[in-house]
């Protein structure tokens, strides 16, 4: 039987949602074995499809640069003879993924929203228009993949534990981290790992209040067209598209948005997409499931007080 090791994420004794679909993945292709750096994190992973959990010692994660637990992964691919490593796709993820693929001798491929059985991968590429389906010929297959391309399988047994104790070299411990401030964040979820994500556009003319009253009747994370956060109306790290975060949640709702090819670059693998625009021609029609003709000051205020009505 192959086995998978899977990077787990999360801060503060929570795991982040990630790990569970990775762990869905990771159970397609044979034995899940969870590699943790965070000790806290241990007593989360019981929810999931994991099989065995390594917890790696002897150093603290947090305080280098990723290079420590590429080292770290490399090892663990050699003691415990892994077919692939499976990671997130955020900056830190691919970094990790990249800097491991170079040290174990390995094929990569990032940001991949399927990965089968025989470690085939699927990409969306061009903006969604083509699906690419690649393999790892050479080495252990690295893989990153995005958050919210599955959903999650719940635990089949209770993991067994292991702790490891990796060589670091000297080179690794170069870089460290004097100090880290988590982002400021509202009571929304994170936009690249929400399950739901309303965004509005120039259509919104600068008033965003409807667009995040309606993502807060929902528990949604709000996102934007380029074109909303160039004028300024909503912080560039909140943008959806080519130039920005991609996202691929269970629902996403386009509030005055054309849909403009960079615009769809980010969130076309969305699983359902539903549009609101007072333009019936606009280009978003096309790809949505769901499309609303009408103006969002309407249409947002009158589906936030519906959706309160049924709580
Ligand atoms: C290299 C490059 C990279 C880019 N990267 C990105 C990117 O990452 N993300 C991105 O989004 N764009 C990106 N763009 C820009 C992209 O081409 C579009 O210009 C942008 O997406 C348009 O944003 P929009 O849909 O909000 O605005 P518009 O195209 O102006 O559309 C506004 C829509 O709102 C509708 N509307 C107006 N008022 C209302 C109302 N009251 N109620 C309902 N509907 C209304 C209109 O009918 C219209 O369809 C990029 C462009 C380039 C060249």
């Known amino acids: 039987m192959k086995s998978v090791l899977i990077l787990v994420d ?9 790990t569970g679909e990775l762990a869905t993945f990771a159970k397609r292709i044979g034995e899940v074995i969870a590699v943790v750096f965070d000790p806290s994190l241990v007593a989360g992973l019981g929810a999931y499809a994991i099989d065995k959990v390594v917890v790696v010692g002897g150093f603290d994660a947090t305080k ?3 290079a420590p637990i590429a080292e770290s992964l490399a090892q663990l691919i050699t003691t415990k003879s892994a077919s692939a490593v499976l990671i997130t796709s955020s900056a830190r993820g691919k970094e990790i993924a990249g800097r491991l693929a170079v040290i174990s001798g390995s094929g990569i491929i990032t940001d991949a929203i399927d990965v089968d059985a025989d470690l085939i991968t699927t ?18 297959a690295i893989i990153t993949l995005r958050s919210n391309a599955v959903e999650v399988i719940a635990a089949s047994a209770t993991p067994t534990q292991e702790d490891f104790t990796p060589t670091i070299s000297d080179m690794a411990k170069l870089a460290t981290v004097t100090s880290s401030q988590p982002a400021a964040k509202g009571g929304r979820p994170e936009l690249t790992e929400a399950s739901i994500v309303v965004s509005g556009g120039r259509g919104t003319n600068g008033d965003f209040k409807p667009v995040e009253a309606f993502a807060d009747s929902l528990g949604a994370a709000v996102g934007a067209s380029r074109a909303a956060t160039d004028a300024g109306w909503y912080p560039h790290t909140h943008q959806v598209g080519q130039t920005g975060k991609t996202v691929s949640p ?11 090819i960079q615009h769809r670059a980010g ?3 969305s699983k359902l997409i539903v549009a609101i625009n007072k333009d019936p021609e606009a280009p978003i029609f096309e790809l949505a499931d769901y499309g609303v003709v009408g103006d969002l000051f309407n249409v947002l205020p009158a589906a936030t007080a519906a959706i309160a009505a049924k709580k």
Do not use: E
Not at 10 to 18: L, P
Not at 250 to 258: D, E, W
């Open 10 to 18: 999360g801060a503060n004794g929570q795991v982040a949602k990630s």
């Open 64 to 66: 280098f640069s990723p």
């Open 123 to 140: 990409q969306s590429v061009f903006g969604g228009s083509t699906s690419v389906h690649a393999n790892v010929s050479h080495g252990t």
């Open 250 to 260: 269970q629902l996403y709702v386009a509030c005055g948005i054309s849909g403009a």
């Open 267 to 269: 969130m076309q693998t």
